[in-house]
């Protein structure tokens, strides 16, 4: 069974005949180890796999014999398939011949099997059930057995911490050679995906954890293949470059993640009498707001030493309103990009003239009831009134300001 670049097998994913599981081996080059490799592959699911499957090789621009190779196991085993990419990138293999499977989930592994194919029914399992979206095998997770080099672990583990670090991932294996994901999911993640080589999966991840997508990670026993083709420092390169790209996508709200939650993400788990979402929003609009009281207290306190308490009030409140309501857009409420952020800052400062009136007012009573108040009566009248200022705040941002727009779903 053969799959042209020109017509793909598409089938839709309800017939009868649509195997379950799609598992596509990516190779270049691979002569001496496809054979063995798929062989082991199609025994171990023939055994233990209860679904329909097929193994797809997906050969990268080849130029020894693994195209023919992969041709012969396609004539031999009737759930191997073929297809051939005219360019190299194990992304592009990946993305090529999952955009066009008809199978409901779709995997991938490495043709030298470093990775034990013990984990691989562990790595699909919550897929098929429709537990997690994507799921990945981990060699850092709890649990894992791993032999390998020193220089290569160090590598390994200093990328992960760079993600962590740089996009905030919370996945602990980027590039083991072993994962799984959704078709229904891959329909719509893939086309954001850009890179088409080593960097594809860090950020397949790191866009489908922004979704808000569950990854399922299985501790994985892998062996090091001495006879890798990974070339380290190029790829190292290309990693770091990629991670710079989806900073950049990120900080400009290029990419569009916030629709790909809302098709894709999973909803807050409910909590009765609590509206989806409040409780994260309370806590991290309650940080800023701690942080933006401090600001505002420094400031007044400040600027009283050459303003009238008026005045001072003003600048102080208009400075760290704007901070925070850029800190709220972005943190708070998931607001990214530029899009509407002129808007948001214009809403922003009618919220801060109602906490203005509340503060300003407060002052006032004050003075009318107190000619030359001290000092730390000031201080605590002010602060008494911007905690109410806060809630109010809090309450105009979350059903105002940055009120979710959930598009309408497009008619079939």
């Known amino acids: 069974m053969s799959l042209s670049t020109q ?60 195209l023919e190779v992969a041709r012969r196991l396609a004539f031999d085993i009737p759930e191997v398939a073929w297809v051939h990419l005219p360019e190299k990138g194990r992304g592009r293999a990946l993305k090529h011949v999952w955009t066009h ?50 220089k290569r672990e160090f590598i390994s583990r200093g990328y992960n911490l760079i993600l962590r670090g740089a996009l905030a991932a ?23 995906v ?18 808000g997508l569950r990854i399922h990670e299985v501790p994985v026993d892998w062996v090091d293949d001495p006879d890798s083709r990974v070339d380290i420092v190029p790829t190292a390169v290309d990693d770091l470059r990629g991670i710079m790209r989806l900073l950049g996508a990120f900080g400009s709200g290029r990419l569009p993640v916030a629709a790909l939650r809302d098709q894709l993400g999973r909803d807050p788990l409910p909590v009765k009498g609590v509206p989806a979402g409040l409780t994260g929003q309370l806590l991290r609009f309650a940080a800023i707001g701690v942080a933006s009281t401090l ?26 309103a704007i901070a925070n309501t850029a800190a709220n857009r972005r943190l708070t409420f998931g607001v990214r990009g530029s899009t509407r952020a002129w808007r948001h800052q214009a809403q922003g400062l009618i919220v801060f003239g109602i906490g203005l009136a509340l503060t300003s007012g407060s002052l006032a009573v004050l003075g009318a009831l107190h000619s030359a108040p001290a000092k730390p009566v000031e201080l605590a009248v002010l602060v008494i009134a911007n905690l109410l200022a806060t809630a109010v705040r809090f309450l105009l941002l979350r059903i105002w300001v940055f009120r979710s727009h959930t598009p309408a779903p497009a008619k079939a």
């Not at 799984?180 to 086309?191: E, G, N, Q, Y």
């Not at 850009?194 to 979704?211: I, Q, S, Y």
């Not at 505002?296 to 306190?301: D, E, I, K, P, S």
């Open 295 to 320: 600001a505002y207290l420094g400031l007044y306190a400040l600027l009283r030493l050459g303003f009238g308490p008026q005045w001072a009030n003003f600048v102080a409140l208009l400075l760290t």
């Open 101 to 150: 499977s008809d199978a409901a989930v779709l995997a991938y592994l490495d043709a030298d099997l470093s990775t034990d194919l013990g984990a691989l029914l562990p790595l699909v399992a919550p897929l098929i059930s429709g537990h997690s979206d994507l799921a990945i095998g981990s060699r850092l997770a709890r649990g894992s057995r791993v032999v390998r080099g020193a």
């Open 170 to 192: 919370r996945f602990s294996d980027a590039q083991c050679g072993f994962k799984a994901i959704r078709s229904d999911v891959a329909t719509r993640l893939l086309p954001m």
């Open 7 to 66: 017509s793909p097998h598409a089938a839709a994913p309800t017939r009868l005949d649509s195997p379950v599981l799609d598992v596509v081996v990516p190779v270049y080059n691979e002569e001496i180890d496809l054979e063995p490799c798929v062989r082991r592959v199609h025994t171990y699911l023939s055994a233990n796999f209860p679904y329909r499957f097929r193994i797809t090789v997906a050969d990268n621009a080849s130029t020894d014999s693994t």
């Open 194 to 211: 850009e890179d088409t080589g080593w960097f594809f999966d860090t950020e397949m991840l790191v866009l489908a954890e922004r979704a």
